[in-house]
């Protein structure tokens, strides 16, 4: 999936923080707490937000080798093996995936160890969330005119 056709399914996509700060209908929100709490609050957003709205980035087939193995050694055996069996975009252009249970779980895993960034997109309840490398999530707002801006 691309970013056009996540912007036509109703997602804020912004590019920079600036630019997410300036998108979003209220201030973000720094959402803390252990793995268990911030793996929590994600699958709250999933619950109110509906899966088949639920939208996230993945960036792990634009990694190098090393990174890719770095990232794979904090998944379980069986989470590793499907995503080595995924044949996944290596253009930072193509990033965008419509939820999947194993993808998503896999997703947020990496996000929580701090291996790799990825964004969460909740457009039914018109939410964004950034995972970051401090431990923390970024929670964004975003109102009905604001929400096809990119």
């Known amino acids: 999936m691309k970013k056009e056709e996540l912007i036509a399914a109703g997602c804020m996509v912004p590019?920079?923080?600036?630019?997410?700060?300036?998108?979003?209908?209220?201030?973000?929100?720094?959402?803390?707490?252990?793995?268990?709490?911030?793996?929590?609050?994600?699958?709250?957003?999933l619950r109110e937000n509906g899966k088949e709205n639920t939208f996230f980035d993945f960036y792990f087939g634009t990694l190098s080798k090393e990174e890719k193995q770095k990232a794979l050694s904090v998944l379980s055996i069986e989470q590793a093996s499907y995503l080595c069996g995924l044949n996944l975009p290596e253009s930072r252009e193509e990033v965008y995936f419509s939820y999947e249970e194993t993808l998503f779980a896999i997703a947020v895993r990496l996000s929580v160890t701090e291996m790799l960034f990825s964004s969460f997109y909740f457009p039914a309840i018109q939410k964004m969330v950034w995972s970051s490398f401090e431990g923390k999530f970024l929670l964004f707002w975003y109102g009905e005119a604001e929400k096809c801006k990119s």
Do not use: H, K, P
């Open 15 to 45: 590019d920079t923080l600036q630019e997410a700060m300036r998108n979003s209908g209220r201030e973000m929100n720094v959402i803390e707490g252990s793995r268990e709490e911030l793996i929590s609050f994600i699958y709250q957003l």
